[in-house]
């Protein structure tokens, strides 16, 4: 199985501060069409996970602006500009080019 | 919009079969792949497989032979069946839409179901 590894595991920052998450696959995350299936999901405390990017760094609806994506191959990053209140959470990153689908093991943030 | 709602029991007894079904509502069975995903108490996310409307499958190895995703399109619901349970399959079971790659490889789970909390244990 693919392995990706996130970084740092846990994060604690100031509100309005920005924070970055980073995720490094042992494989190349370039499909054979092209695309890179790489997302980002937020997991709030008791909810269900929430997808936020998809495809490196596309937002879904709803997704504030303040979260990014980038990145390629097999490093990415997941920016927040100004982090609020409602950011705490577990934050994972996911791949869909090699079979089976593998998640990082999350990144914790919370507020200092 | 599309909206998942997962019901099943939360305790089943070690070397069961572990049952649930989501269904689906908002969407064509067609629209989508259909997935499960697990979480551990306190732990990550791990992919379990996939439906599609046609009833193809997938199936993580690690699972695959304790395993049975299946749809029924006319109740707009699909279910998973893990058999041969013990308490290492104990966690936080989500389904999920999806959609997959000319390789088959799933990377959408756009909207998720609640979760629902499976504990084994006699």
């Known amino acids: 199985d693919v392995v990706i590894t996130q970084s740092p595991l846990s994060l604690a920052v100031t509100l309005g501060q920005g924070a970055s998450i980073s995720c490094r696959s042992s494989?190349?995350?370039?499909?054979?069409?092209?695309?890179?299936?790489f997302n980002w999901f937020q997991q709030r405390p008791g909810q269900s996970p929430r997808r936020l990017i998809y495809k490196v760094s596309n937002r879904d609806s709803g997704v504030p602006d303040r979260f990014s994506g980038g990145g390629s191959g097999t490093h990415f990053t997941l920016k927040i500009s100004r982090v609020e209140a409602e950011d705490v959470g577990v934050y994972y990153c996911m791949q869909g080019v090699h079979w089976p689908p593998t998640f990082g093991q999350g990144t914790k943030v919370e507020i200092k | 919009q599309v909206q998942l709602q997962q019901s099943g029991p939360g305790l089943v007894t070690p070397s069961g079969t572990l049952s649930l079904t989501c269904t689906v509502s908002?969407?064509?069975?067609?629209?989508?792949?259909w997935s499960w995903i697990r979480q551990p108490p306190g732990k990550g996310l791990e992919y379990i497989g996939y439906v599609s409307y046609t009833g193809i499958t997938n199936y993580t190895p690690s699972l695959k032979s304790r395993l049975t995703i299946l749809v029924d399109t006319s109740k707009n619901q699909f279910s998973l069946k893990l058999s041969s349970v013990t308490a290492a399959d104990t966690a936080v079971y989500y389904c999920a839409t999806d959609v997959i790659t000319f390789g088959g490889v799933p990377y959408g789970m756009e909207v998720w179901g609640q979760g629902t909390t499976v504990t084994v244990s006699s």
């Open positions: 908002g969407a064509s069975m067609a629209s989508y792949y």
């Open positions: 494989h190349s995350l370039v499909d054979s069409d092209g695309n890179t299936y």
